[in-house]
């Protein structure tokens, strides 16, 4: 049995969805990616209802992807960088955030380089707040096209083991993705060099290790991170070319991992670092570009089920 609607006004975090919900999004998510089909990619699902992405970070994948999700949902967007604005001659996040509110938005989707930005707006404001990504903290949606991909490729969540290797300290991405898998039963090891692997993780419920070879060895999916360079991910590393040596995801490696296994990057890749070109292009295993489809589904989703609507009849304009 899955969740009829989300229960909170805004969606900050997988920590705090319930594996119903996580399974309705993904459902829902499921039944919209057939929009992206269709010679016309639009329906009024949210005609009349308002958007403000606003990212005080880069992104490609996030942020255009709820453009588009927004754009064939029928909504009005408006586009949020820092260049440009007031944010330039000292504005803060709060008066910027409060100012943009007076215009009647329906959602603030928002990225910021802090984590708890968005709980901090959220708990500020009547407006629906979507976390785009906030520090190395959570990455919501990240996840739950993530494990939207996985569902499709796999079948399952239960037992299926799930390997997580590269820039742990600073990965908003694996946040989200530990509390994801591990509420619909999957088995997730992480793997880093000791210095990029923070302390007490394993008191996620996930298994962590140094030895990439054991964290491969059995595993039905093989995600690799980023080394977060503007984060500090760096730091402490000798170089990007014995990063690779050590923690490169390259064809050799992958035979380690089920004959079957997918291996799936957040992006964006520092090829020949976390991963050789050879993997990241692999047709038959890579599931790179797919993640990144199934981003447009899961944020349409999640945009139609936090304005009201049921799963059902979006179709309808509901
Ligand atoms: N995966 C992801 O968040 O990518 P962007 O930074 O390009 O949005």
């Known amino acids: 049995m899955t969740a009829e609607s989300i229960r909170s006004k805004d ?3 997988v920590e705090t969805l319930d594996p119903d919900e996580i399974h309705l999004i993904l459902d829902t998510a499921e039944s919209m990616a057939e929009i992206g089909r269709r010679e016309i990619k639009k329906v009024p699902a949210l005609r009349g209802r308002m958007v403000v992405n606003l990212f005080f970070e880069a992104s490609t994948r996030t942020r255009f992807s709820f453009e588009t999700a927004e754009k064939w949902l029928s909504a009005d967007s408006l586009n949020f960088a820092v260049k440009g604005t007031s944010v330039e001659k000292g504005e803060s996040l709060l008066d910027t955030a409060r100012n943009l509110e ?8 928002i990225r910021h380089s802090s984590p708890g930005v968005p709980h901090f707006l959220a708990s500020r404001l009547k407006t629906r707040v979507i976390n785009a990504g906030d ?8 996840a739950l096209l993530d494990a939207l991909t996985i569902r499709q490729r796999k079948g399952r969540f239960e037992g299926l083991r799930v390997a997580i290797v590269g820039d742990i300290t ?3 991405v694996v946040r989200s993705n530990i509390w994801c898998l591990t509420k619909l039963g999957a088995n997730v090891t992480l793997c880093a060099p000791p210095t990029l692997m923070p302390a007490g993780i394993r008191e996620m419920g996930v298994a962590a290790t140094s030895d990439f070879a054991a964290a491969l060895d059995g595993a039905d999916v093989v995600m690799m991170l980023r080394v977060q360079i503007e984060r500090g ?6 170089s990007a070319r014995e990063y690779f040596t050590h923690y490169g995801l390259t064809r050799e490696r992958l035979a380690l991992a089920r004959p079957d296994a997918i291996v799936m990057h957040p992006g964006p890749m520092n090829r020949g670092v976390e991963i050789s070109s050879e993997v990241a292009d692999d047709v038959e295993r890579s599931v790179i570009l797919s993640q990144v489809t199934n981003g447009v589904a899961v944020r ?6 936090l304005s009201g609507g049921s799963p059902e009849s979006w179709g309808d304009g509901a």
């Open 135 to 142: 520090g190395a903290h959570e990455h919501p949606t990240q």
């Open 102 to 109: 007076a215009m009647s938005p329906d959602f603030l989707v």
């Open 300 to 305: 349409m989703a999640v945009l139609y089920l």
């Open 170 to 172: 600073h990965s908003r």
């Open 233 to 238: 991910g760096g730091a402490g590393l000798p």
């Open 11 to 13: 969606l900050l975090g």
